[in-house]
């Protein structure tokens, strides 16, 4: 906003400066009697012209500086409408002046100078419009050198509207050595023709048409300078005028040079706009990722840019997946028959896809070859899209030429084919990536839904200690404990394992809670819990799934055990008064183990009584499993052994010497499979 | 892990080398799959080089128990390590599957 006031301000003291010279111009001539003293005329009028000059170039200045670069055309456009323009302002004043009829209306020194003044606004107005178009092409993708030259060169250029107040010869060698610093700025500056190189085809010849009629009427404002200057009774001479001649000479010699170049440019111009094209579809290609668009779409792209890159006349291109197996196919200008009697025939002349390009120059002059002689292809270049040193696809273009492809287009198209191959090694570590989160998030659901299934808290009453140690694998397992009290004295506790991992251990162990919650409340005897536990998980388990359970009612004031064991592993009971300890194994199958009805025939019910500081021991198979570096498991024995010593201690601390012992016996702090320890001690 | 299998006459016999986990379950589903589309009736599984089961490898042949039964396939194993006959007898399984110690027991029995 600020700038556009600025070039407001400017223009109008260029055009009040303007009218002060014409006006002074026609008091000198009319009245004789000038409205400034002759001693100080002239200085005032150069001071004038001076200012009208500068004024005007600042204007055109933040006027063609504000304008948006790129658009060349319309900047050229822009130069010769208002040439035109200014032209066919003067042509009207001159016919009118024919028109009159009168002779002295040409000779008369008031008219022709008043014209005269007109003819130097307009000039003026074209030269400081085209001087600063000028500047915009030349900086165009500007480097600091050219941005250096083109800005001292114009403020030399500005600074040499002092000239005004002197006299030049122009032709004076002295004068042109001096100036020829300006000279040179200039040619160097004009030969910035980066703009040149960015217009199409079509933009070019528009240039060059509109550079030449710019050249028309720059000749013929010169012409017109120099017939008034002919004629001769001007007080203001523009063709003397140093600064108006120099921009003059910069813009005549820019235009020439820049037709020339464009002229020279328009042979090798299709070329460069291939080039260009290329550009644009390594730019697409990499787009095409970035957007997320989907992988299917990228083949399209790549099949399409190498063919018009090429000028391929037909092309196929066959993507595998990471086994190897075909996943997409894609063909172009060729039907899938044609596609697969050429594989054939290639296949015959032992042409394997490898992971090398291959290029055939004439298949025609294979043998083999007949059946598709008709088609009419004759060279074939075949390129493997590799990644990682796997193949995941070949792209194949067919010419009707032979030896038709160079080898520009092949390095090209390499170029291409890496490019891709990057891009859809992307679109499989993305979509594996989002797989690998997916199935993460639905173990961590797995995991939480498993911890939920167990007890949040264990306590039986004050004559039985409790403890637990639980420790889930690096994988959702299927450990499960839980207890019931089915009246203050007696109480049902349960510890088993859910076979196999993951999700469906969870989904398995959560039938398992049901089953428990829903059976334990009939208080029936454990034998029949496990027959009516088996007939139920065995309906819904699948087939390879069981569970392994055992199931204890202890009664704290007979001080007795009732228990079935359903293929789980044997808990361990340790007598306090001789130190000795026993499993409590038996007859049991695993619940889901047996479909049919015969799963009472495996299963039994054991009864025992303990006293008091007696220590039950329960546990899941991860325990026992837990093996060294050598691969030896932990086993019974030991962790009988480990009972029996640790068995005067509270529960709480049995556990961790368990737990130590068997962490110390693995080398590891960390299970392979879950583990659960449970320890109940008797009072 | 490793599975071979060899026809025998009758009998169709099953080795498994190393760990029988969850991974390597699948192939011992497959040679038992292979065996049942054959139309073998007398299968017999040699475990003695089996080192280490999984409750998932136990699943592979309690998921044929029932077939076998209506079908009149019979299905031994022999020559378990102390430690792999540990695991299907605390399992129950020994009441299920018939275990005896020796190939040629085994084809008594089959």
């Not at chain 1, 027959?531 to 087939?543: F, M």
């Not at chain 2, 009758?10 to 054959?38: C, F, R």
Request: proline letters at 2%.
């Amino acid at each position: 906003m600020v700038l556009k006031n600025l070039r407001n301000l400017y223009f109008i003291l260029a055009f009040v400066s303007w009218v002060l010279i014409l006006a002074d111009d026609v008091t000198v001539i009319r009245i004789a009697q000038p409205l400034i003293p002759l001693s100080f005329s002239d200085i005032i009028v150069n001071v004038l012209l001076s200012t009208f000059f500068l004024f005007t170039f600042l204007g055109f200045k933040i006027e063609i500086g504000s304008k948006r670069s790129g658009n060349f055309n319309d900047l050229l456009w822009q130069v010769f409408i208002i040439g035109a323009i200014t032209v066919l302002i003067s042509l009207v004043i001159k016919s009118a002046g024919l028109f009159n009829q009168n002779a002295l209306f040409l000779n008369d020194p008031l008219i022709s100078n008043i014209l005269y003044h007109i003819n130097i606004g307009i000039i003026t107005i074209f030269l400081a419009n085209g001087f600063y178009v000028w500047k915009k092409m030349i900086l165009y993708q500007k480097t600091k050198r050219t941005d250096v030259i083109w800005h001292i060169f114009e403020y030399l250029t500005l600074i040499s509207v002092v000239s005004n107040f002197f006299f030049f010869d122009v032709t004076d060698p002295v004068f042109l050595i001096a100036t020829s610093p300006i000279t040179i700025l200039g040619l160097v500056s004009a030969f910035n023709l980066k703009w040149v190189a960015f217009l199409t085809y079509k933009q070019k010849w528009r240039s060059i048409l509109l550079l030449s009629l710019i050249i028309i009427i720059s000749l013929s404002f010169l012409e017109r300078v120099y017939e008034h200057h002919i004629v001769s009774n001007l007080i203001i001479d523009l063709a003397d005028n140093v600064f108006i001649q120099a921009i003059f000479g910069f813009m005549f010699m820019n235009c020439i040079i820049a037709l020339l170049v464009l002229l020279f440019n328009l042979p090798t111009s299709s070329v460069f706009e291939q080039k260009f094209g290329e550009v644009m579809l390594f730019q697409k290609l990499h787009q095409s990722l970035q957007v997320g668009e989907k992988e299917e779409d990228m083949y399209e792209l790549l099949i399409s840019s190498s063919m018009t890159t090429v000028m391929a006349d037909a092309a196929w291109l066959e993507i595998r997946d990471n086994k190897g197996g075909l996943k997409a196919f894609q063909n172009s200008n060729i039907d899938e028959y044609d596609v697969f009697e050429i594989k054939k025939a290639l296949r015959k002349n032992q042409v394997n896809i490898s992971s090398e390009p291959q290029y055939i120059k004439d298949i025609l002059s294979y043998p083999h070859t007949e059946k598709i002689k008709h088609l009419d292809y004759k060279s074939f270049l075949l390129i493997p899209l590799t990644s990682n040193n796997q193949l995941i696809g070949t792209l194949v273009l067919l010419k009707n030429l032979n030896d038709g492809f160079d080898k520009e287009m092949v390095d090209i198209i390499f170029t291409f084919v890496s490019q891709a191959s990057i891009s859809i090694k992307n679109f499989r570590l993305m979509s594996d990536a989002i797989q690998t989160e997916r199935y993460q998030e639905e173990l961590k659901i797995a995991k939480d839904v498993q911890q939920s299934l167990l007890p949040a808290s264990l306590y039986l009453n004050n004559t039985v200690e409790l403890s637990v140690y639980s420790k889930g694998a690096k994988e959702v397992g299927g450990d499960y404990y839980d207890v019931y009290e089915l009246s203050p004295t007696r109480f049902a506790i349960v510890i088993g394992d859910v076979s196999g991992h993951g999700t469906s251990a969870a989904f398995n162990m959560a039938q398992m809670k049901g089953v428990f919650q829903s059976l334990v409340s009939l208080d029936l005897p454990v034998d029949e819990f496990m027959v009516l536990a088996n007939n139920a998980l065995g309906r819904c388990l699948e087939k390879k799934n069981f569970i392994t359970l055992s199931l204890f009612v202890i009664n704290t004031e007979t001080q007795t055990i009732q228990y079935a064991r359903a293929g789980h592993c044997p808990a361990i009971l340790i007598n306090s008064s001789d130190n000795t300890a026993s499993f409590l194994d038996g007859k049991g199958l695993g619940l889901g183990l047996s479909r049919n009805n015969t799963y009472e025939k495996h299963i039994n019910k054991y009864e025992l009584s303990y006293s008091k500081n007696d220590v039950l021991i329960l546990y899941t198979d991860g325990l026992v499993e837990a093996h060294n570096p050598s691969r030896d498991e932990y086993g019974y024995d030991r962790l009988k052994q480990m009972g029996l010593e640790s068995a005067s201690d509270k529960p709480r601390q049995i556990i961790d010497t368990i737990i130590e012992n068997v962490q110390h016996f693995s080398g590891s702090t960390q299970f392979e499979d879950d583990c659960t320890l449970l320890i109940l001690k008797f009072s | 892990m490793r599975i071979t299998t060899v026809k025998e006459n009758e009998y169709y016999l099953i080795a498994i080398e190393g760990d029988l986990d969850a991974s390597s379950s699948i192939q011992l589903d497959q040679a038992i799959e292979e065996a049942v589309s054959k139309k073998e009736t007398k299968i017999i599984v040699d475990c003695s080089q089996l080192e280490y089961i999984s409750s998932a490898g136990l699943g592979v042949f309690m998921s044929y128990i029932q077939d076998f039964q209506a079908n009149n396939i019979s299905l031994v194993l022999c020559h378990l390590s102390e430690k792999v006959r540990n695991v299907f007898q605390i399992l129950g399984l020994d009441e299920l599957i018939k275990i005896v110690n020796t190939k040629e027991e085994a084809k008594t029995i089959a």
